[in-house]
């Protein structure tokens, strides 16, 4: 039995005013114990007050991205042993939006770089696959997800579920407005999951959470949640409010 993970990426928005205030409305909301692991992931900057202003609660700290160097001349870079140092528990990695943005258009080996250096400081990563429109369209979804998945963790051991965590993003459906369907969610996460299993092993496989990322709202939180392999959520736009994001984890705790 997986325990569920909801993650609120807030990408680059919110300031720190905004964020303590989020923190405070969140930990009202969620009282008592949860069902769900709940992640917060802020900007760099953000990441030392919002460690702050989450102690002794059970939401805990994830970055957005960490370099795989771990010093050196890299300017404008933050290490995993930085990331670390916050207090951060996962790291968001490969994200569509640092894949496919100019100026980063990061490929699958530096992700793998990437992934590699999180984990070997005991990070968990929350490593982010998806396939575009125009891939979904030419029928090509189900190898873009094995190609991204054994890619990102080429040369990785996994030997439990805490170690890793899967989030399928469909291109499409991130900040437009449109979500995959549950059925087209299970299929991609089982597809995954069959995946993981070759590439990890049956036992941790089992154990690895595989969340799902694009245009997640209350409203369809509870759909999505039902399926099989569909084990939480990596909540974008929805999570800039902690009214939103605490509706949406209520639902995936009470689908578990
Ligand atoms: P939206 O929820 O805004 O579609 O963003 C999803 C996402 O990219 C989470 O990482």
Redesign the pocket.
């Known amino acids: 039995m997986r325990r569920a993970l909801v993650a609120a990426?807030w990408k680059m928005n919110l300031d720190l005013p905004q964020m303590r205030a989020w923190v405070a409305a969140a930990r009202a909301e969620l009282t008592g114990t949860l069902a769900v692991d709940v992640v917060v992931c802020p900007p760099f900057p953000y990441l030392f007050p919002m460690a702050k202003a989450l102690a002794e609660c059970a939401i805990r700290l994830g970055a957005q991205d960490a370099y795989h160097e771990t010093s050196g001349a890299f300017t404008g870079e933050v290490s995993a042993v930085m990331v670390r140092e916050t207090g951060a528990a996962y790291v968001?990695l490969g994200?569509s939006?640092r894949r496919h943005t100019i100026g980063h258009l990061e490929d699958d080996r530096m992700v793998n770089l990437k992934l590699r250096a999180v984990q070997s400081v005991g990070m968990t990563p929350i490593l982010?696959v998806g396939e575009t429109l125009a891939q979904r369209k030419a029928s090509q979804t189900l190898d873009v997800l094995s190609f991204q998945l054994s890619a990102g963790l080429s040369g990785v051991r996994v030997s439990s579920g805490e170690q890793l965590v899967i989030a399928y993003?469909p291109v499409w459906?991130?900040?437009t407005g449109l979500n995959a369907t549950a059925a087209q969610a299970q299929e991609a996460h089982a597809h995954l999951r069959a995946e993981l299993t070759r590439l990890i092993g049956r036992e941790p496989a089992a154990q690895v959470r595989i969340i799902y990322?694009?245009?997640?709202k209350p409203e369809n939180a509870n759909e999505l949640m039902g399926q099989a392999d569909v084990d939480g959520g990596?909540?974008?736009?929805?999570s800039l409010k902690a009214e939103t994001f605490t509706r949406i984890v209520r639902v995936v705790s009470q689908s578990g």
Do not use: M, W
């Not at 990322?213 to 997640?216: C, D, M, T």
């Not at 990596?234 to 929805?238: K, R, T, Y």
């Open positions: 990426n968001i994200h939006e982010c993003e459906a991130i900040g990322g694009g245009s997640l990596l909540v974008g736009g929805a």
